[in-house]
């Protein structure tokens, strides 16, 4: 079993920063995509950013652009989202996924369904 687990989130200032971590076991494809998606109640989950295996290739949303990076540890299965500047709007529960097929297979990786494993998630609450 592939096991996906965040880190990090929590209660932080509008302004203020903060560094979630997602560590992956299993049977790890960690040449693979590895993307963050966020939810807020009553609304669709959204693509935030998303790692090529390289880590020379990093897509983030225009919502956080210039705000948020996104980087990969290979030896450790692990990646990051480093949030910040943060606004209220950035509240809501956020996701890291895993693909198990290569960026050139995926039709878009900015779409939650071309991902195969998810985390439960890690609540970030901005507050104004």
């Not at 932080?12 to 560590?23: E, I, M």
């Not at 790890?28 to 880590?55: C, D, L």
């Amino acid at each position: 079993q592939v096991q996906m687990v965040e880190s990090g989130g929590g209660l932080v200032q509008a302004g203020g920063s903060l560094r979630l971590s997602c560590a992956a076991s299993g049977r790890i494809f960690n040449r693979y995509p590895m993307g963050w998606f966020r939810q807020s109640p009553g609304k669709e989950r959204e693509f935030v950013a998303h790692i090529t295996w390289s880590g020379d290739s990093t897509y983030t949303a225009d919502s956080v652009k210039g705000r948020f990076t996104v980087s990969r540890d290979y030896a450790k299965n692990m990646v990051y989202l480093q949030m910040n500047s943060l606004k209220p709007e950035d509240t809501a529960v956020y996701y890291c996924a895993l693909a198990d097929r290569p960026l050139q297979r995926m039709l878009s990786p900015k779409d939650q369904y071309e991902y195969d494993y998810w985390g439960q998630g890690t609540q970030v609450t901005v507050a104004s």
